[in-house]
């Protein structure tokens, strides 16, 4: 199983990034996916959850109403479109799938990928 973040990159406050989580060995349609992120001297958290039966999403509350999580099945990927980005969204990005009832905890993502570094500038 392989999932690699892309789409990060240097922006201003105020733009938008879409990331992506090409993915292979596994078919997103039968996992939760997740994107977690990781600021310098933080502990990684899960900001955004898309459930494999679909439904709403899970958000953290720092990202309500700015980020959407979204997935293409067909293409195996999920994304995570990121709107108003702030300086405090800098960090490292990370996709994940678990088939775990703990769909919203960390504990419950077996997949990982590489993550992409996203850095939002004042």
């Known amino acids: 199983v392989q999932l690699q973040a892309s789409g990060g990159g240097l922006v201003q406050a105020g733009d938008s990034l879409r990331l992506s989580c090409a993915s292979s060995?596994?078919?997103?349609?039968?996992?939760?996916m997740a994107w977690f992120r990781q600021a310098p001297g933080q502990e990684r958290e899960i900001i955004a959850a898309s459930r494999r039966s679909g439904g709403d999403p899970y958000y953290t509350d720092s990202v309500k109403g700015r980020f959407a999580i979204s997935r293409d099945n067909a293409k195996n990927t999920p994304y995570l479109q990121m709107n108003g980005l702030k300086p405090e969204d800098t960090a490292v990005y990370y996709c994940?799938?678990?088939?775990?009832?703990?769909?919203?905890?960390?504990?419950?993502?077996?997949?990982w990928g590489q993550g992409t570094l996203v850095t939002v500038s004042s």
């Open positions: 060995g596994l078919r997103t349609r039968d996992y939760h």
């Open positions: 994940a799938a678990s088939v775990n009832v703990n769909w919203r905890m960390a504990v419950g993502y077996k997949y």
